[in-house]
């Protein structure tokens, strides 16, 4: 049975408003989650995101075992390491947001928020990273946002984050390097030769670390997911803003896990070959576009990257096809469209700039 509510909101000590520096403008909820399963977690998100009836706000912490989970625009063949995936039973799943492909083990702690999606949520990630870093560092770590969507420590990612919305409503999640396998990470993904160059770095490796060395008393995950959950929900008794999932809502949430995350299809996708691969590195992030020209006439278009957005890009990959493969007409094909909610930070001289 769900928690009453309404029962419970008479009961509260204190309030529960997030104040407006945090995510803090509205009451939140919580759903305790103690499942490993990438494809339930991810399909528990998208369930609180597009179907739970509900006005609250919610805050999600979860756990997923050894996993790659693979941004929603990207090419899931070119991220993996398919033989240390197989080898070691690594699971596979893709996302509904953005980025790029992360490696997930039970050292590392996700966090979700879901929150109506109001005009400065989107594309606002110092927002909602906020009350994260906040929480870090009333712990003893000295975290700061950093880059397009993430939050470092001495210069070293430990935190990635990326958003999707639905009608009015938006998911805001994102990782924690707790005390991962780091060691792991550059194995199971496969570094681009452009990410090498672009971030003058040798591996992944180099890029992040965990936040456990550098908490001022040694706690385990447990302690340290419940203080960072009292820390985003205001409160020492969580217990008051607990929403317990109903059997109408688990049969849900397993029928998206059969519809998508379970499928071959959603996780991997089919790749077909095409005639025609354009590639580009810019301040959002990386764009893969790969075509089939027939007769000088975009005939087929697939567009990757770990590039951040908020509309489906196969709206987009839509509007090239019978398309002139010619820079004025695919300018003029593209120039009034909404290309900031495809690709946050990339510009249509930048599309333009890969493609021709």
Not at 37 to 64: G, H, M, S
Not at 226 to 254: C, G, M, Q, V
Not at 295 to 306: N, Q, R, S
Request: glycine share 6%; aromatic share 10%.
């Amino acid at each position: 049975m769900a928690t009453n509510y309404a029962k419970t909101l008479t009961h509260r000590k204190k309030s529960v408003k997030l104040d407006a520096e945090k995510v803090r403008g509205e009451t939140m909820k919580t759903i305790i989650n103690d499942s490993k399963n990438p494809r339930y977690n991810l399909a528990l998100e998208e369930y609180v995101l597009k179907y739970l009836d509900t006005n609250e706000d919610f805050v999600l912490l979860w756990q997923n075992e050894n996993s790659v989970i693979i941004g929603r625009n990207q090419n899931t063949i070119e991220e993996i390491n398919t033989d240390y995936v197989k080898k070691h039973d690594v699971n596979v799943v893709r996302r509904i947001t953005g980025g790029g492909a992360v490696y997930h083990d039970l050292g590392n702690l996700n966090f979700s928020f879901v929150t109506k999606s109001l005009k400065d949520n989107l594309n606002n990630y110092r927002k909602f990273t906020d009350p994260v870093i906040k929480a870090l560092k009333s712990l003893g770590v000295n975290a700061e946002f950093a880059g397009r969507n993430d939050i470092v420590v001495d210069e070293k990612k430990i935190s990635g984050n990326a958003q999707s919305f639905h009608k009015n409503k938006m998911l805001h999640h994102g990782t924690i390097l707790f005390d991962a396998d780091l060691s792991i990470i550059a194995d199971v993904l496969n570094v681009k030769a452009d990410k090498i160059a672009s971030k003058g770095i040798k591996s992944k490796r180099a890029r992040v670390t965990n936040i456990k060395p550098y908490l001022t008393t040694d706690i385990s995950m447990v302690e340290f997911k419940t203080k960072l959950l009292k820390y985003l929900l205001n409160t020492d008794d969580i217990a008051p803003f607990i929403y317990e999932l109903s059997t109408k809502d688990l049969e849900k949430i397993h029928e998206l896990m059969d519809m998508r995350y379970n499928t071959w299809m959603w996780n991997y996708g089919e790749s077909p070959d095409f005639s025609i691969e354009k590639r580009g590195r810019y301040e959002g992030g990386s764009v893969e576009i790969k075509l089939n020209i027939h007769e000088g006439v975009i005939e087929a278009v697939k567009i990757y990257g770990d590039f951040l957005g908020s509309k489906d890009i196969e709206t987009l990959e839509r509007k090239l096809i019978g398309v002139p493969y010619e820079e004025s007409n695919v300018r003029k094909a593209l120039e009034n469209e909404p290309l900031d909610e495809y690709f946050f930070n990339i510009t249509l001289e930048n599309i333009i700039d890969c493609l021709f």
